[in-house]
């Protein structure tokens, strides 16, 4: 069982306790359909991957948080957010292609599973692109998408043919992580503005407004 799915276990298990419950409002879903979500995630990384010519899509990794994206696109208060949402995901995929410059090719000589820190990164880049907790959400799942469409598009056209795994192995790991990762981090964000305004208002004075 790898971290991504170790995850969704967890996050399935909060949302069934009830703990998730102001995100998901915000994100426009209830805990069924979280539930179910994670419920898919979870079993379509196991399921056989669909081919399409020189592509490989995996369900839980990519056919799942695809669709989710989508729904939430659809579900964004305006077409400002919307826009916010796409530009975010370009801005996170070029991150993560910029990041992946940085670190050798092979991962063996890296201390540490360097598919993590990518997680870590969009999700964070995600956050601070993303408008809102659901803008947030898809910069963070597509952002790591298309990052991967782009480096298989630059492999073959460099010449070197090779398959196009898409939500595969480690990068389903990675899409978890960036999406859960700028969620939480943009709902922290907005809890930590909310107090502080609560905190900036003054205190209405003992009998204030009695006759």
């Known amino acids: 069982m790898t971290i991504?799915?170790?995850v969704i276990l967890i996050v399935g298990a909060l949302v069934a306790f009830g703990v998730c419950q102001r995100v998901l409002d915000k994100m426009r879903l209830t805990d069924r359909q979280a539930l179910l979500i994670a419920l898919f995630i979870f079993v379509g990384g196991f399921l056989p991957e669909i081919s399409i010519g020189n592509?490989?899509?995996n369900i839980g990794g990519a056919v799942v948080p695809l669709v989710l994206c989508a729904y939430l696109f659809i579900?964004?208060?305006s077409g400002y957010e919307r826009?916010?949402?796409f530009t975010a995901s370009l801005v996170t995929a070029a991150s993560v292609i910029a990041l992946g410059r940085l670190f050798p090719d092979e991962p063996d000589?890296?201390?540490?599973?360097?598919?993590y820190l990518y997680g870590l990164a969009a999700g964070i880049i995600a956050c601070m692109a993303g408008r809102s907790r659901r803008a947030a959400f898809i910069a963070g799942a597509m952002g790591v998408l298309l990052a991967d469409i782009a480096e298989g598009a630059l492999?073959?056209?460099s010449g070197v043919s090779q398959s196009l795994v898409?939500?595969?192995?480690?990068?389903m790991d990675v899409i978890v992580i960036s999406?859960?990762?700028a969620v939480l981090l943009k709902e922290l964000a907005g809890e930590f503005m909310e107090r502080c305004v609560r905190g900036a208002k003054p205190a209405k004075k003992e009998g204030a407004g009695r006759k």
Request: avoid cysteine; charge should be positive.
């Open 179 to 181: 999406a859960l990762t």
């Open 166 to 171: 898409l939500g595969g192995a480690g990068a």
């Open 155 to 157: 492999v073959n056209a």
């Open 109 to 115: 000589r890296m201390p540490f599973d360097v598919n």
């Open 75 to 77: 579900k964004a208060d």
């Open 83 to 85: 826009m916010r949402a």
């Open 55 to 57: 592509v490989k899509i």
């Open 4 to 6: 991504g799915q170790i």
